[in-house]
C-alpha cells in the first residue's frame, strides 16, 4: 500500500508556493519543470488542491498557482487528503456477515473488532499528519538547505511567475 | 491508498485459527467457504502468513493450516506486513535533486524534510497496529458476539479440521 507520486509532488509544490510574494503565481509547467515530473499528472494534482482550497489559480498568461491561505493554515493531512481523498486506509467488506453459522436476520451491534482496530490505525497515520503544518515543513528547508540553493530557487521561479 | 482485501481476510482467518484446539489444521477451503470469499486469493494470503511464520500448514487429506504461535505473540501489525510487506506507504523519489538551482554534485546531509513527516506518520500507523494483538481481537469477539454463533462456528470448523 503506498501513496500516489502525486502526493510527493503536491507537498513539494505546495512548499515552493509558500515561498512567493503575495499576488505572484507560478505556471504548472514551471512546476513540473522545477520538480522534473510530467506536467499532465502534476495538473491534475494541482486541480485537487485547487478543488480542496488549498490552492487557488488564474487562467491566461500570466496565470498559474499560488496558496489560497497561509502556511500555517495548511496541514500535511489537508495536502494529502486534497490528492488521496479522505477514504480510510482499511475498507471493511462486513465479511463477518457471511458465517454460514449466524441465523438469519442477525444484526451487529456495531462495526467489527478489527475494522475498528483498523480504522484506529488509520486515524492515527491522519493525527500525525494533522500534527505538521506546511510551515514547520518550511521552516525546516530554511535551516537545512542552503541559503544560495533557497534564493537561486526563488528567483529561478519568479522568473516565470505571473 | 487502500490495503488489499486480503488483509481483512488474513485478520478473519488467524483470529478463526485462533480459537481452534491445539493440533487441528484448518483447510484453505474451509476458511474461504467461511468468509465466502476466493479460495485462491485467500490462499496467496495465507502462504504470505505462512511465509511470516504466523501460521503454519500441512499437507493431504488432513491438512491445512493453524497459528504457529500464540495469539499473544501475533500482533496485528505482524498480520498487515505479512500480506502488504513492509514498504513504507510514502515513497521518496528524492525530487528535490531535480531542482534546476542546485549546483552540480550538491550532497544533502539527511533525508528530506517531506519524506521525513510521510514516515514518521507511517510509523505511528505501524505503532498502533503494533500495539494490538491478535489475543487482544479475540476478547473482544468473545465479549461482542453471541456465544451461539461462536459455539456454532467452531463446530462448523472442526468438523472441516484435519
Redesign the interface.
Given at each position: 500500500?503506498?501513496?500516489?507520486?502525486q502526493?510527493?509532488?503536491a507537498?513539494?509544490c505546495c512548499?515552493v508556493l509558500g515561498g512567493l510574494p503575495a499576488g505572484r503565481y507560478i505556471p504548472a509547467k514551471a512546476l513540473a519543470?522545477?520538480?522534473?515530473?510530467p506536467k499532465e499528472y502534476l495538473s491534475k494534482a494541482l486541480q485537487s488542491l485547487s478543488q480542496a482550497g488549498i490552492v487557488e489559480s488564474i487562467l491566461g498568461k500570466a496565470g498559474g498557482y499560488r496558496l489560497a491561505r497561509p502556511m500555517a493554515a495548511i496541514t500535511?493531512l489537508d495536502i494529502v487528503e486534497a490528492v488521496?481523498g479522505r477514504?480510510?486506509?482499511?475498507?471493511?467488506?462486513e465479511?463477518?456477515a457471511?458465517?454460514?453459522?449466524?441465523?438469519t436476520g442477525?444484526r451487529d451491534?456495531?462495526p467489527c473488532?478489527?475494522a475498528r482496530?483498523?480504522w484506529?490505525?488509520?486515524?492515527?497515520?491522519?493525527?500525525?499528519?494533522a500534527g505538521?503544518r506546511l510551515s514547520?515543513?518550511a521552516e525546516?528547508?530554511s535551516a537545512?538547505v542552503?541559503g544560495?540553493?533557497l534564493a537561486?530557487?526563488t528567483?529561478?521561479l519568479l522568473d516565470r511567475a505571473g
Open positions: 500500500m503506498q501513496l500516489k507520486s502526493v510527493e509532488w507537498l513539494h512548499t519543470e522545477f520538480h522534473n515530473v500535511i488521496e477514504r480510510s486506509t482499511f475498507a471493511c467488506s465479511i463477518r457471511n458465517n454460514p453459522c449466524r441465523p442477525h451491534t456495531g473488532a478489527i482496530v483498523m484506529n490505525a488509520d486515524e492515527a497515520w491522519r493525527q500525525s499528519l505538521v514547520d515543513i525546516t528547508l537545512e542552503p544560495e540553493i537561486r530557487s528567483q529561478w
